[in-house]
């Protein structure tokens, strides 16, 4: 009998050649604890399936420029995340998730920027990310006040 070790830490990192749509059955890929898409030419949408990975812990979607749609709230249900980064995407629209924030308790990292025509309200559910070191909402269309919890003492 011969003992093999197996990676479980299963993910999907950048390739630069890879173009098309990310498919929506990427939410059949339950054990994805990282997805990173980057610099790719990617069109079409954030697919909402991408809410079904639930040991996901790093998202990055970044530099995707002919991505368009708006940013699904499916993926603030992802209560194992630990780093989501949607940026540099010239074509992101419609309006910042209102709600959900509040089920990422463990995220570190919410870097949600660069993303010109993304518009709505900084909502005041971020302030209970009690885990968040870092965070940048800069360049985009956000409007409002910022969470008590982030302003200076």
Do not use: C
């Not at 991505?67 to 992101?92: D, F, M, Q, R, V």
């Not at 968040?132 to 985009?140: A, D, G, I, V």
Request: net charge neutral; no cysteine.
């Amino acid at each position: 009998k011969t003992n093999k070790k197996t990676n479980n830490n299963s993910s999907m990192s950048d390739f630069q050649d890879l173009s098309g749509s990310i498919p929506s059955e990427i939410g059949y890929l339950s054990s994805l604890i990282t997805v990173m898409f980057s610099n790719l030419n990617f069109f079409g949408s954030i697919p909402t399936e991408m809410g079904k990975l639930d040991k996901l812990q790093s998202l990055t979607i970044n530099s995707l420029n002919n991505l368009s749609g708006t940013i699904p709230s499916e993926l603030l249900k992802l209560a194992g995340l630990t780093s989501l980064t949607i940026s540099n995407l010239n074509y992101l629209s419609g309006t910042f998730p209102s709600s959900g924030f509040n089920l990422l308790s463990r995220i570190t990292v919410l870097a949600i920027h660069n993303n010109g025509m993304l518009g709505g309200i900084i909502p005041p559910e971020i302030s209970s990310m009690i885990a968040l070191q870092t965070w940048k909402l800069s360049n985009n269309a956000l409007s409002g006040t910022l969470p008590y919890l982030f302003l200076p003492l």
